[in-house]
């Protein structure tokens, strides 16, 4: 298991890392944005799961809606993959790129030609 992937965190302490109240954070599970790993019916957060987070954190300030989260989170067919494929990420901005969610300052892209991203499998796949 990747040390980003071990659940640390509970939902306690990452509220009071994102500024938001532990409620706020379930709201965001029953819409489907994120998805908490859970011990003993408890909810537990991975580094992954926190930059998560923290990416819808500032898609809410940015004045999105939850619905229209969801709606662009589906933009990200890596969202819930434990690594990114290298095809989807540039640090430059691109024909079709978006910020990434995992890396503040760099940009998931899709090739233009689709050719550099043939094989990684992701592109293919439905959000």
């Given at each position: 298991?990747?040390?980003n992937e071990i659940p640390l965190y509970p939902i306690s302490s990452?509220?009071?890392?994102?500024?938001?109240?532990?409620?706020?954070?379930?709201?965001?599970?029953?819409?489907?944005?994120?998805?908490?790993?859970?011990?003993?019916?408890?909810?537990?957060?991975?580094?992954?799961?926190?930059?998560?987070?923290?990416?819808?954190?500032?898609?809410?300030?940015?004045?999105?809606?939850?619905?229209a989260i969801r709606h662009y989170?589906?933009?990200?067919?890596?969202?819930?993959?434990?690594?990114?494929?290298?095809?989807?990420?540039?640090?430059?901005?691109?024909?079709?790129?978006?910020?990434?969610?995992?890396?503040?300052?760099?940009?998931?892209?899709?090739?233009?030609?689709?050719?550099?991203?043939?094989?990684?499998?992701?592109?293919?796949?439905?959000?």
């Amino acid at each position: 298991m990747n040390k980003n992937e071990i659940p640390l965190y509970p939902i306690s302490s990452v509220a009071e890392l994102l500024e938001v109240h532990p409620e706020t954070i379930r709201i965001w599970e029953k819409h489907g944005i994120i998805k908490p790993q859970r011990k003993g019916g408890k909810r537990f957060y991975t580094e992954t799961d926190l930059k998560r987070l923290i990416f819808i954190k500032k898609l809410l300030d940015d004045h999105l809606n939850l619905p229209a989260i969801r709606h662009y989170l589906k933009l990200y067919p890596c969202w819930y993959m434990q690594d990114c494929p290298r095809c989807m990420r540039s640090s430059k901005y691109g024909i079709c790129s978006k910020p990434c969610w995992k890396e503040e300052g760099t940009f998931c892209q899709v090739s233009a030609d689709q050719n550099s991203c043939a094989n990684c499998g992701i592109c293919s796949q439905k959000p």
